[in-house]
């Protein structure tokens, strides 16, 4: 099974017994509270004011009553790292499954994964050129399609997870499914919420 020490995410992953792939998420939780710190205060500024993040300078002000004109600086840095950090890692992460899937390589060096990885980020040029009136609007729709993708993902985790051809000895256990269950059930859930929000 392959299984590549670096996924470039965040996780590492390592062999078990010659056969298994383990991988362990480092440093998650971090970025996690990150996102969540940076959740409350867009909400408790925007939620007060009663303003509109309808553009990059909007979203920038948010973090001013927190720490001043440094904190629009703070948050461009912030975009930027988070911006290229995800676009490499998503790209290659799916160029590579593409190109396993196709029987072409499970590498991210292949040749074949190397170019549908540069297709997919020569897409994302294309789209961030066409619609740069609109950032925000974009980023916005690029998060709402994830939503609405994530139950068909998750749902077939949950299923590759069960599968002893797949997993071995490390399949699912019950208590495993139960959190996968909640997790699964969150997921649609949200999904349903945004398909009701955008259809008014």
């Known amino acids: 099974m392959f299984c590549d020490p670096?996924?470039?995410?965040?996780?590492?992953?390592?062999?078990?017994d010659g056969v298994h792939c383990q991988c362990r998420q480092r440093g998650i939780i971090a970025p996690g509270i990150m996102t969540a710190l940076v959740i409350m205060v867009a909400a408790a500024v925007l939620g007060k004011?009663?303003?509109?993040?309808?553009?990059?300078?909007?979203?920038?002000?948010?973090f001013t009553p927190l720490a001043g004109p440094v904190g629009a600086m703070i948050f461009a840095l912030g975009l930027?790292?988070?911006?290229?950090?995800?676009?490499?890692?998503?790209?290659?992460?799916?160029g590579t499954m593409?190109?396993?899937?196709?029987g072409r390589g499970a590498k991210a060096g292949s040749p074949v994964a190397r170019i549908i990885t540069g297709i997919i980020l020569a897409f994302g040029l294309i789209i961030t050129l066409a619609f740069q009136s609109s950032p925000v609007a974009l980023i916005?729709?690029?998060q709402s399609?994830?939503?609405?993708?994530?139950?068909?993902?998750?749902l077939l985790i949950?299923?590759?997870?069960?599968?002893?051809?797949?997993?071995?000895?490390l399949r699912n256990k019950w208590w495993h499914n139960l959190f996968g269950a909640i997790g699964l059930?969150?997921?649609?859930?949200?999904?349903?919420?945004?398909?009701?929000t955008l259809l008014g």
């Open 140 to 142: 916005v729709i690029a």
């Open 80 to 94: 930027s790292g988070a911006a290229f950090s995800s676009m490499i890692a998503n790209a290659t992460a799916g």
């Open 185 to 196: 059930i969150t997921i649609i859930a949200s999904s349903i919420r945004l398909i009701a």
């Open 49 to 62: 004011t009663g303003a509109e993040a309808g553009t990059i300078n909007a979203l920038a002000s948010v």
């Open 145 to 154: 399609l994830t939503v609405l993708i994530a139950p068909l993902l998750g």
């Open 158 to 169: 949950v299923i590759m997870a069960n599968r002893r051809s797949v997993m071995g000895d």
């Open 98 to 102: 593409l190109s396993d899937a196709l």
């Open 6 to 16: 670096e996924a470039g995410d965040g996780t590492y992953c390592y062999q078990v």
